[in-house]
Each structure stands twice: as C-alpha cells, then as structure tokens.
C-alpha cells in the first residue's frame, strides 16, 4: 500500500510538471525542445496518410453500401466480433419482385415473358454486385482499417509517449536554468567579505550553507537532464522508425489500390455482358413481333381502326346541291339548304356554326 501511494505521488508530481511545462510554453513562458525538420516532415505525411486514408476508407463504404442503416449494423457487428448476416442486394431484391410479377400476370404473356429474362438479368447483375463487394472488402477497405486501428494507433501512442519525454526533457532544463542562476546569486553573496561590526556572522554562515546546497541542486539538475535527453533521444528515434514505415504503408495501399480497381473492372465488365445479352434476348424478331401484336390488341388498336374507318368509301358529306336531283344533304332552313335537317350518306345530322356552312361531324 506505501508502495502504491508513493508511486501515485510520484506520477501525480510529473504530471503536475508536464501540465506546468506545457502551460508557459503556450503562453511563450518557457523553451521548447524543436524537433528537426526531417522529422516534422515525417509527422506532416503521417497525420496526412493518416486522414486521407479515413476519407478513402469511408467514401468506399459509401459507394459499397449506400444504406446508412445497414453501415452502422455491419459496424456493430464487426465490433461485436460477430459474423455479419447475408444481405441480399437491390438487384436481387429488384429480380424477386420481376419474378412474381410475371408469375401473378401471365408467365405465358409477352409482358410476363420479358420480365422473366430481364429478372433473370437483374438476378445475375446481383450477384456479381455481391462478389464485387466481397472482394473490394478485404483486398482495400480491410487494409485500410488495419492501418487506422493497428499501425497508426501505435503511432500515436509513440508521438503522445515522445510529447512527454519531451516535455520532461525541457522541465529538466527551466529547472537546471533556475538552480544555476540561484547557485550564481548565492556564491556572489558568499564571495563578499562580511563586516562583523555591521553583520552578523550567522548570516555570513547561513550563505555559504545555501551556496554549497544550490551546488547540490544543479548537479542533481544536471543528472536529471542527462537522464531525460537520453530517454528523449530513445524515444524520438524509436518515432522515427515508426514514421519512416509510413513508405512501406503507401507501398500497400497502392497494391490493395490495384487490387479494388481490377475487382472494379471485372465486376462492370460481368454487368455490361449481362446486359449485352439482355439486350440480345429481348431484341430478337420474335419478341419484337409478340411485343407489337400485344401493343396492337391494346391501347394502339382503337388508332388503327380510326385509321382504317377514315379510308372508307361510304362517307360522303361533300356532295354539292343540284337542281336536278335531290342533294346529299337536306338543308338546314335557310341560304338554299332547305328546311328539314341535313343529314349525311350515313344518316347523322349535320352541324352548323353561325354563318358558316354545315359540316359532318362523323370520324375521317
């Protein structure tokens, strides 16, 4: 239990001096050790790997899986160290829904048989969307993740680790800087010759003492600073091992880069075959014929029978009034047409408009 307490108080008293450190060299107080430009290189392409790579590795789980929702559940489950569940991709999904259409509509119609090929199509598209998946998750965003949750938080852990030596190497400086100047201040004292009628000469006692403890308190001061450079030194060189590694990283993430855009180029060469071959499939002449005879029996046929009625040879509303004969049509009370209704060939009254002269509603 001693042992506890004082190893609390000791690590309570160097943080004390690392918060105290820190603090004057915000408020420009106290030096601080600069680290060489070789090495402030090396730590600008670190945190710069380090937050390209979250951008990357999080812009790829996007365009992966564009659902949120499901994000934070594979998340969950990775975190948990559980297998995450099969899920079925929206070209599946979209050729599930094409299947049971046709079945409930008519498998044997042209509809029904054109949904079943491109069912078939999206089914296919699916899976190949699924296996693309698969292999871009462990070829690039696997190491990716790797690097952020391995590599880079032992990094950090020795940039936090070199930030204390640090700051416990410049404490061991103020404080050597201070028992020097008190040590320079006190032998000025000591060297001046006291006068026993006007001083004391337990002051003159008293200052030498403080003289010869101050020596004590810069060669302590200078032990510790010895030992702090040294544990400094270690440190910072140990940090640039690790940084350096920040090439064989790039090394990586270019092959796994190589990796996700050949997964990528199969995947959209597999789609595009898919298609091409759709698209064979419902070009065909058969198809197309079934396709326009279904089109015909529908909405397009009331077009063509208007077509076919207005070349009909029956309809003449045009015939002109003889004097002769009996007229096409009968008038209409007034202008030489007649007083009894005119009518067509087909027997439907004619209209007429103001002044204007009668005219056949019947469809040409």
């Known amino acids: 239990m001693d042992f506890n307490m004082k190893k609390l108080a000791s690590d309570a008293g160097i943080f004390f001096t690392r918060a105290v450190q820190f603090t004057e060299e915000k408020f420009g107080q106290a030096e601080k050790t600069e680290l060489d430009a070789h090495f ?35 998340f969950l489950y990775e975190k948990l160290d559980r297998k995450v569940p099969s899920r079925v991709t929206n070209g599946e999904l979209l050729a599930q829904y094409m299947a049971e259409a046709a079945s409930e509509l ?15 199509a999206e089914k296919r598209l699916g899976a190949a969307e699924r296996d693309f998946i698969h292999t871009a998750s462990i070829n690039f965003l696997t190491p990716l993740r790797n690097f952020l949750e391995g590599d880079w938080k032992t990094i950090s852990k020795e940039r ?23 040590e320079a201040k006190a032998t000025c004292e000591g060297d001046t010759v006291p ?23 810069v060669d302590k001061a200078e032990q510790e600073l010895r030992v702090a450079q040294t544990e400094f030194d270690r440190q910072a060189e140990v940090t640039r091992l690790l940084l350096e590694g920040i090439s064989s990283t790039h090394v990586n993430h270019l092959r796994c880069l190589h ?29 197309s014929t079934a396709c326009l005879a279904w089109t015909l029996t529908g909405s397009s046929a009331r077009e063509a029978t208007r077509r076919a009625r207005s070349r009909s040879p029956t309809w003449n509303c045009s015939a002109k009034k003889a ?38 509603p019947c469809p040409r």
């Open 259 to 287: 990796e996700f855009v050949e997964s990528q180029t199969t995947y959209y060469a597999q789609c595009y075959r898919h298609m091409l071959d759709l698209q064979k499939q419902l070009g065909s002449s058969s198809l």
């Open 106 to 120: 008519g498998p044997t119609t042209p509809y029904g048989k054109t949904l079943t090929k491109v069912a078939e």
């Open 160 to 182: 936090r680790l070199l930030q204390n030596r640090r700051l416990d190497l410049d404490a061991c400086k103020a404080r050597l800087k201070k028992a020097k100047a008190a």
């Open 40 to 74: 402030e290189n090396l730590l600008s392409r670190a945190d710069s790997t380090k937050n390209w790579t979250e951008k990357i590795l999080r812009q790829t789980e996007v365009l992966l899986q564009p659902n949120p929702s499901a994000r934070v559940e594979e």
């Open 195 to 217: 006068d026993f009628q006007e001083t004391r000469p337990r002051n003159y006692i008293l200052s030498a003492s403080a003289s010869a403890l101050w020596n004590d308190e």
């Open 323 to 360: 004097p002769s004969q009996a007229p096409a049509h009968s008038g209409l009370g007034g202008r030489g047409w007649g007083d009894s209704p005119a009518t067509c060939l087909s027997g439907t009254k004619l209209l007429r408009v103001g002044s204007l002269a009668p005219f056949c």
